[in-house]
């Protein structure tokens, strides 16, 4: 469970973020949408710890989460060192097994010894959702997952989302795409005004 007390971001005079009273629930996935430039990346941001905020009381352990940000991030080296070498380095465990499938249902077995800059755009962006998905945390940040996937691709992301909820953990998944959101989604708001503002639940939903 994540715990918000309160979260207030500003950037100059503009506040971005004004959360009170808010709690992520375990074996939940959230979707998070809402305009261009209304704040979502900046919350999920704020909860991976990767930017300050002004006022923050969050109930949670940061070590628990891990975040897939909007812009992808990598080492310079082939798609196999920028999976492997955050292991390597950090002698977190490495499950071989999920990788090499991972490689396999997202086409990408043929690609794992291409620099990593030559991928395309959706290719980098499944090889930062399989990363992510490798630490293995129990909350889950996904910034616009598959904003650059093919539509067979963001299935298999749906798939692995809905796999992590059978496992407990927390998603929260910034998305563009309401069909999206309705197939896996647990509750859906819609930040407005640097509010969460719940837009549909679905309580029905098999746990
Ligand atoms: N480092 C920064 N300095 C100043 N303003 C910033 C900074 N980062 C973000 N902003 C502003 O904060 C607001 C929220 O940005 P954020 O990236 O959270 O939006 P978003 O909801 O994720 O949008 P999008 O759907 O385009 O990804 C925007 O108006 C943006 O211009
Ligand atoms: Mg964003």
Redesign the pocket.
Known sequence: MIEIKEIKKY?KDKL?LKIDNFIFKDKKIYSIM?K???????LLSVLAQVIESDKKIIYYKQEDLILCP?EVVFLKGTLFYNLVEPFNLTGLYLDKQKLANFLVDFGLDNLKNSEIKNLSGGEKAKAQFIRTLLYNKEVVLLD?PTASMDKKSSFIVEDAILDLKKKGKIVII?THDYEQACRISDYIYE?DNGELVLKKEFLCREN
Do not use: D, P
Not at 36 to 42: E, H, P, R
């Open positions: 950037y971005i809402g261009n430039g209304s704040g979502k990346s900046t909007q616009e910034v930040m």
